[in-house]
């Protein structure tokens, strides 16, 4: 299988980092094929400017974006890895769905109804975040983000989520917890049978 992971996070030692690392190893030896996209590293322009916005509506896209284009096409499993910070995607991710998920690639409408275009792909996302599980979930905030970022952005596409990850109480995660996550991940991926896949409502999540 084809895999792509496209990640978000500043500091290369972060727990994202350390969770993303681990993932790509596990996928190595599975002898799967593997290609990263780290947006900071990439130094990924993530400003949907005038001419991006005008592109989009003939299907014209600028260079750095039809190059993500094509490692999604050649992608069997797209698998997303950032911190939620300020409840939504690092801006930097954002930047990323605004000008690479365009219209005529990721989506579009045909006599009025929407289409995703990128159905027959699946996909995985990991996120970490500081409150508990305990906490998104009094507040409404696990249901605000399935519906935002996994309805509103990831199944609107096309893409079939297998499973989305949270790890909690992430700023204050400790080794066990860790290697437990990584476990967790590495378990999601080596689980062939696809129908066995599920999505997790907020697991946890880090910084």
Same mark, same amino acid.
């Given at each position: 299988?084809?895999?792509?992971?496209?990640?978000?996070?500043?500091?290369?030692?972060?727990?994202?980092?350390? *969770?993303?690392?681990?993932?790509?190893?596990?996928?190595?030896?599975? !002898?799967?094929?593997?290609?990263?996209?780290?947006? %900071?590293?990439? /130094?990924?322009?993530?400003? *949907?400017? *005038?001419?991006?916005?005008?592109?989009?509506?003939?299907?014209?896209?600028?260079?750095?974006?039809?190059?993500?284009?094509?490692?999604? !096409?050649?992608?069997?499993?797209?698998?997303?890895?950032?911190?939620?910070?300020?409840?939504?995607?690092?801006? =930097?991710?954002?930047?990323?769905?605004? !000008?690479?998920?365009? %219209?005529?690639?990721? %989506?579009?409408?045909?006599?009025?109804?929407?289409?995703?275009?990128?159905?027959?792909?699946?996909?995985?996302?990991?996120?970490?975040?500081?409150?508990?599980?305990?906490? %998104?979930?009094?507040?409404?905030?696990?249901?605000?983000?399935?519906?935002?970022?996994?309805?509103? =952005?990831?199944?609107?596409?096309?893409?079939?989520?297998?499973?989305?990850?949270?790890?909690?109480?992430?700023?204050?995660?400790?080794?066990?917890?860790?290697?437990?996550?990584?476990?967790? =991940?590495?378990?999601?991926?080596?689980?062939?049978?696809?129908?066995?896949?599920?999505? /997790?409502?907020?697991?946890? =999540?880090?910084?």
């Amino acid at each position: 299988m084809k895999h792509l992971v496209i990640y978000a996070h500043p500091n290369y030692s972060s727990l994202n980092g350390q *969770l993303k690392n681990s993932l790509i190893d596990n996928l190595l030896d599975q !002898r799967e094929e593997v290609e990263l996209r780290d947006l %900071y590293q990439l /130094n990924f322009n993530p400003v *949907l400017s *005038l001419n991006d916005a005008e592109g989009q509506r003939i299907g014209k896209v600028e260079n750095d974006v039809e190059k993500e284009q094509e490692f999604i !096409r050649w992608a069997d499993c797209i698998t997303f890895i950032h911190p939620i910070w300020w409840t939504g995607l690092p801006a =930097i991710m954002k930047g990323y769905i605004d !000008r690479v998920f365009s %219209y005529g690639f990721a %989506y579009q409408y045909q006599q009025g109804v929407q289409q995703g275009l990128l159905a027959g792909k699946h996909t995985v996302i990991i996120n970490t975040h500081g409150k508990s599980k305990a906490e %998104y979930a009094e507040t409404g905030m696990e249901k605000a983000l399935s519906l935002t970022s996994d309805k509103g =952005i990831y199944v609107y596409c096309g893409l079939e989520i297998k499973k989305h990850l949270f790890f909690d109480n992430a700023d204050r995660a400790t080794a066990e917890s860790i290697e437990k996550w990584k476990t967790e =991940i590495k378990e999601t991926f080596d689980n062939r049978k696809v129908d066995n896949f599920e999505v /997790n409502n907020l697991q946890k =999540i880090d910084n």
